[in-house]
């Protein structure tokens, strides 16, 4: 399983990802060039329902949190997707979110671990998503930044067994290793 990246003879857009055949596959797009993820992994799936389940349990009504395939348009030429994402339920339109979220969350695969720390992050940054989190199933370990003056902080790096309180968007306690107790 990889992550395939396309490089088109000019820049995609947000319409020409609409346009993509509805297979199963994840249809990203960062600064014009196409990603195409395959499905995740089983545990990856587990660590993700998991952290749905939290997160659902602590967001207050007004907030939403949603799971891939929700759409972010970040630009005309950036449409991702990420695997949780925290926003607004006034700013979802269809199942496109037309502003950066208050959270996103990438639970990373052998495929997309690179674009998730480098390219992801970087673009999540540059449109000024305030908190981004990164959940590593194999090592349970979950990295989250926060953005200040315009830049990503590491506000925490949480190890298999210690336990967080996140304050942002709202507050949330995870462990890592609960995530994917039971798993193989």
Known sequence: ???????????????????????????????????????????HQLVH???MHLLLNA?????????????????????????????????????KLMAPPLLAVEILSP???LIDLNLKRARYERAGVPSYWVVDPDDLRLVAWGLREGTFVEVADVAPDE????????????????LAAGAA
């Open 1 to 43: 399983m990889s992550v395939v990246t396309v490089l088109p003879r000019r820049p995609l857009t947000v319409d020409d990802v609409d346009a993509m055949p509805d297979d199963g596959h994840r249809y990203e797009l960062i600064d014009g060039t196409l990603i195409v993820s395959p499905t995740p992994l089983l545990r």
């Open 49 to 51: 329902s998991r952290l």
């Open 59 to 95: 967001a207050p009504p007004e907030l939403q949190v949603l799971s891939a395939p929700t759409d972010i348009v970040l630009a005309d030429d950036t449409v991702v997707q990420p695997d949780l994402l925290v926003a607004p339920l006034v700013q979802i339109v269809g199942r």
């Open 111 to 113: 495929s997309s671990r």
């Open 163 to 178: 336990t967080w309180r996140a304050m942002d968007p709202f507050e949330v306690v995870v462990t890592p290793r609960d």
